[in-house]
Structure formats: structure tokens, C-alpha cells
């Protein structure tokens, strides 16, 4: 500023406002802009003049990058936001599969569930079945009394020289069951229903050994 106070009648056609005021006003810290010789080596030569800053930079995980020199997207903490993001993201992607890993063991258990439910049903049915072949009882005269009483006794004949007969298939275990009855109504009277199949479906497999191995089975029934 003092080599252009010094040149005043060289630099003052350029300036539109009093030249002492404005030599004045650019001492102040602060000021930018309003170039005097820039702006007179522009109209000498009928050229646009243009600056850039090559050190302007923002680099986020160094926030002391570019300090002094005024850059206008620094922000000191933008490296601590982009880690944070990155590990929320990630503990996301984690929790999501945690929740599909226990929605896919959640539908192996219902279809074991159902596959047992179906096991105790079958037996049930083919415990119908035997009553039918072995009594021919009236329809409607089964109770589930019988049905627990037959059970337990079917034990005491278990050295005898009856054979079963070869199962029906699940379309007459069908048909029995209609024929002899409804289904259990309630939740106890189907608790006990199929506690009574489950009975006779180990004595079922006590016979077929011993049918299979002769006196392997008694062995079998004392444990």
C-alpha cells in the first residue's frame, strides 16, 4: 500500500472511490477484494485476470491439513463421523443376520414340531385300526378309557403267538378314524389321546422285535 500511496497519480484513475480513503480502508486487517493494480493491469491489457489457491485441499481424516489457508469444507470432526458410520453400518449388517439366523432355526423347529404332532396322529390311528381288526366293536362304543385300558394290557400278552397283522395304509387309518369317532375336542382329551398312542406305539415296537429275534425283546421290555 505505500508503493501505490507513493504512485498516487498512476494508480488513482483506476479507483472509484477517494484514493486516500481507500488506501485508508485496505491497511485495515481484513480487507480483501478491490485489487487496484490487478484491476489496472486488466483494463492496460483488455484481459480477464483470474486467481486460484493450487493449496486449497480437504483432506477429513487430518484436520490440521489447510490450516491459515481459509478453506471453506473443513470440518475437524468428519473423519470421527465416518468411522462411526462405517461401524454402525456394520453393526446393522451383524444384528441382521443374527435376526434371519433365528427366524430360519425358528421354522426348523415348528416343521420338527409338526413332524412329532404328525408321528403321535398316525400312531393314534393306526391304534384304531388294531381295535377295529382285533374286537369289530359297534361304532361309537370306543371311549378313550378303552383305549388306555387296552394299552396297558396289550403288555401281558406280549409272549404269546399273536402276530399283527401288516399295517393299513394312511388312507384307511383315515377312514377308521371317522368311522370310531372324532377327533379330541380338547386340549387335555388330546394330551391323553395321544399319550395313550405314544404307549402303544412303544409296545408296537416291542412286539416287532420280538417277532423279529424271538426273546430279544423281553430283554428290551425289562429296560
Known amino acids: 500500500m505505500h508503493g501505490e500511496e507513493r504512485n498516487r497519480d498512476h494508480f488513482a484513475p483506476f479507483v472509484a472511490e477517494n484514493f486516500s480513503s481507500y488506501v485508508a480502508r485496505k491497511r485495515q486487517p481484513g480487507q480483501h477484494g478491490n485489487h487496484v493494480e490487478l484491476q489496472a493491469i486488466s483494463e492496460m491489457f483488455a484481459r480477464p485476470i483470474e486467481i486460484y489457491e493450487y493449496s486449497e485441499m480437504v483432506d477429513p481424516f487430518a484436520p490440521t491439513a489447510g ?4 478453506l471453506p469444507d473443513l470440518y475437524p470432526r468428519g473423519a470421527n463421523n465416518l468411522r462411526d458410520a462405517v461401524k454402525e453400518s456394520e453393526d446393522r449388517s451383524v444384528e441382521q443376520a443374527l435376526l434371519e439366523s433365528q427366524l430360519a432355526l425358528t421354522d426348523i423347529e415348528r416343521t420338527e414340531r409338526e413332524i412329532n404332532e404328525q408321528i403321535a396322529r398316525d400312531s393314534y390311528m393306526e391304534y384304531l385300526r388294531m381295535l377295529v381288526d382285533s374286537g369289530n366293536p359297534a361304532p361309537g362304543s370306543i371311549t378313550r378309557e378303552d383305549i388306555c ?17 401288516p399295517k393299513s395304509t394312511l388312507y384307511e387309518e383315515l377312514l377308521a378314524l371317522e368311522e370310531y369317532g372324532p377327533c379330541p375336542a380338547t386340549a387335555e382329551e388330546e394330551d391323553e389321546a395321544l399319550a395313550c398312542a405314544l404307549s402303544l406305539s412303544k409296545q408296537q415296537y416291542l412286539e416287532e422285535l420280538q417277532y423279529r429275534y424271538g426273546t430279544g425283546s423281553e430283554d428290551c421290555n425289562n429296560n
Not at 67 to 70: F, K, M, Q, T
Not at 149 to 165: A, H, I, K, N, P
Open 149 to 165: 385300558d387296552s394299552t396297558r394290557g396289550s403288555s401281558e400278552v406280549q409272549g404269546g403267538t399273536e402276530r399283527r397283522q
Open 67 to 70: 490450516i491459515g489457508l481459509g
